[in-house]
């Protein structure tokens, strides 16, 4: 009985955050970032501003908490140690991407292509929001290396899995950038493969659905 409670607990917690959420990202984007205030954003919400604060911190979090590092940290964990880093995470990215702009569930309304392009044309306009991102940037760039596990257990290996995190999620914030500037008309999944394989090679992550790579053209043109 205690397990349940709990359970609906975490559940009514995660949707009154996704709903202040919701409505912060309208308002954001509707009336501007610096022009809406907590209250405007608890007012629509239908919450105080106190239950804003416990579920956001700052103003900035409700726009940059969502649940990407934990899809990436999820798709490391569960690839084959035998690959190389790069591909690992790369390919941790792409699925991840994939599923944050899938179709929206029931009334999950931060779920979504949608809803990501809002968020991130909020990032790259706002210079609040693009300064507290390099934060999330750090925090999503350890959190890769601890789903890495025993890859970084020593400082060496360490050392090589930051740098290649760090330099997937260059390739990564090029990929986001240019597909909120075309307004998402291309997949992420597969902007983001294009940025990884222009980085590393073509061979270095495998393409996301439906994109196909020269070497694969090539062969069907033969």
Not at 7 to 25: F, G, P, S, Y
Not at 102 to 108: E, K, Q, R
Not at 118 to 145: C, F
């Amino acid at each position: 009985m205690v397990d349940q409670h709990s359970t609906l607990r975490a559940q009514r917690r995660t949707e009154t955050q996704r709903k202040i959420q919701a409505h912060a990202v309208r308002l954001f984007t509707e009336r501007g970032y610096d022009n809406t205030t907590v209250t405007d954003v608890a007012e629509a919400a239908g919450v105080s501003p106190m239950t804003v604060y416990r579920h956001f911190p700052t103003k900035e979090d409700m726009v940059l908490v969502d649940q990407h590092g934990r899809l990436v940290a999820e798709r490391i964990v569960a690839s084959s140690a035998a690959q190389p880093l790069v591909r690992r995470i790369g390919n941790a990215l792409i699925d991840s991407a994939a599923t944050l702009t899938g179709a929206s569930h029931g009334d999950d309304l931060t779920a979504g292509k949608q809803f990501l392009l809002a968020r991130l044309r909020l990032m790259i306009s706002t210079p609040a929001l693009r300064a507290k991102h390099l934060d999330n940037h750090y925090a999503l760039q350890q959190a890769i290396v601890d789903a890495l596990g025993d890859d970084a257990a020593d400082p060496d290996a360490a050392f090589r899995a930051q740098v290649a995190a760090s330099a997937c999620l260059a390739a990564l914030h090029t990929a986001l950038v240019r597909w909120a500037e075309d307004d998402g008309r291309t997949e992420l999944a597969d902007v983001i493969a294009k940025a990884l394989a222009a980085a590393f090679g073509e061979d270095t992550v495998k393409p996301a659905a439906g994109t196909a790579t020269s070497e694969s053209i090539g062969r069907a043109e033969r």
